[in-house]
């Protein structure tokens, strides 16, 4: 055994290494810890410092699980309705569910296509109520044709990858959000894949037709500006990639709330802590719900799906969900009100089912028809006939 008395006799070449060997140890052992504390610190996003945004007035704010932020805010010119979702990634049993797709054909240049079987958001927390258990869900990325009814297959406009299923590449100038285990992170194609995270989308990019692909905010930096009002769905990553940022507008209600523009849209995220952040599909897509104490799905928005009809679901291609949130003492932030009267919601379902079945519908129509023909003919023998008879 080394006697502190042989120290001294040692030379510099072994005593040097040996001392840089036990600061760099150190070192570690003290930045494990610190990683280690923060990744069980679920109140960490309770207290989380961010800016207001630059508009709108403060009307709510609740930590309705553990490891998870949300507040309300609203503008009355033009009028907004919207919620900011900080979610910590870190949080002690937090995992991600997509929703199922598969491949059914592929591209001329090769590339495969994703299909999925279009659902609600609230239908996508219904069906994981076992384990892994879905908590909270958000509609993710666009598809067509639209609209889609109830279990119509639909191709997804934008990657959605999971764990190594990560061929699909994302259109050039655009990005994805990658969620790894305690942490996510929004860059190109090559940037996410090299990260290999467990789930990964791609950016909303509007049939081509918007200049900015998707992309809100960039490495701090506003990148959307002006730009139509709609409802919006946006996801955004904090410079240490341990916050996802989600934000959820209500849109298509006049007089309660018209929605974000994409300009909006950045400057609320970039106020929320995003570095990056991203659009996802919008319109009558965006959906936030939770699942209530009862187990039931409460929603958290007013979404307006069918015809842009507030106060209805659409139906789409993919959902993302958080799985196994830890219930906290402060109640759901739930929209009280958010259905539209039941004879408005079946209304809408028919349109929807007609536009969606055009052939089904002429033919539905044309069976109805030449069934009352047929009825109404065989009446009138059946009077004729006991005519006669008298």
Same mark, same amino acid.
């Given at each position: 055994m080394l006697s502190w008395a042989a120290i001294p006799s040692l030379p510099r070449a072994v005593i040097v290494p040996l001392l840089s060997c036990a600061v760099v140890a150190l070192?570690? @052992?003290t930045q494990a810890e610190g990683t280690l504390e923060g990744s069980v610190d679920s109140g960490f996003v309770v207290t989380l410092d961010v800016e207001d945004p630059p508009f709108g007035q403060f009307q709510h704010r609740s930590h309705p699980w553990e490891g998870i932020r949300i507040e309300r805010w609203r503008r009355e010119i033009p009028e907004? $309705?919207? #919620? *900011?979702i900080w979610i910590d990634l870190r949080t002690p049993g937090l995992g991600y569910l997509i929703s199922d797709f598969h491949y059914r054909a592929? *591209?001329? %240049?090769?590339?495969? &296509?994703? +299909?999925? !079987? %279009?659902? +609600? *958001? &609230?239908?996508? @927390?219904?069906?994981?109520?076992?384990?892994p258990r879905v908590d909270l869900a958000i509609n993710t990325v666009a598809f067509h044709p639209f609209p889609? !009814?109830?279990?119509t297959p639909v191709y997804l406009e934008e990657p959605v990858w999971r764990a190594d299923d990560n061929g699909r590449n994302a259109e050039p100038e655009s990005l994805l959000l990658g969620l790894l285990a305690g942490r996510a992170l929004i860059g190109t194609t090559d940037e996410v894949r090299a990260a290999r995270p467990l789930v990964a989308l791609g950016s909303f990019l509007g049939g081509g037709s918007s200049p900015t692909k998707g992309v809100a905010v960039r490495n701090g930096q506003l990148v959307a500006e002006g730009g139509e009002p709609a409802a919006r769905t946006i996801a955004g990553v904090s410079a240490d990639g341990r916050i996802l940022i989600l934000v959820v507008a209500d849109g298509y209600n006049p007089g309660v709330s018209i929605g974000f523009s994409p300009g909006d849209a950045a400057q609320v995220m970039l106020s929320a802590g995003a570095l990056d952040a991203i659009l996802l599909d919008g319109g009558g897509s965006? *959906?936030? &719900?939770? #699942?209530? $104490? $009862?187990? #039931?799905? &409460? @929603?958290?928005? #007013?979404? %307006?799906? @069918?015809?842009? +009809?507030?106060g209805t679901l659409r139906y789409v291609g993919a959902n993302l969900g958080f799985t196994n949130l830890r219930r906290s003492n402060d109640p759901l932030p739930f929209v009280a009100d958010w259905e539209a009267a039941s004879h408005v919601v079946a209304w809408n379902k028919v349109v929807v089912w007609w536009r969606v079945y055009p052939f089904r519908a002429a033919w539905l129509v044309v069976g109805s028809t030449a069934s009352v023909a047929i009825l109404n003919w065989r009446a009138r023998r059946r009077r004729d006939k006991y005519r006669i008879a008298e």
């Open positions: 070192a570690c @052992l907004v $309705d919207w #919620r *900011t592929e *591209t001329s %240049a090769g590339e495969p &296509v994703q +299909t999925a !079987f %279009a659902h +609600t *958001t &609230v239908q996508f @927390l219904e069906q994981h109520a076992g384990s889609a !009814f109830l279990h965006s *959906t936030l &719900v939770g #699942r209530g $104490d $009862d187990g #039931r799905p &409460v @929603l958290l928005n #007013r979404p %307006a799906g @069918l015809q842009k +009809t507030p």
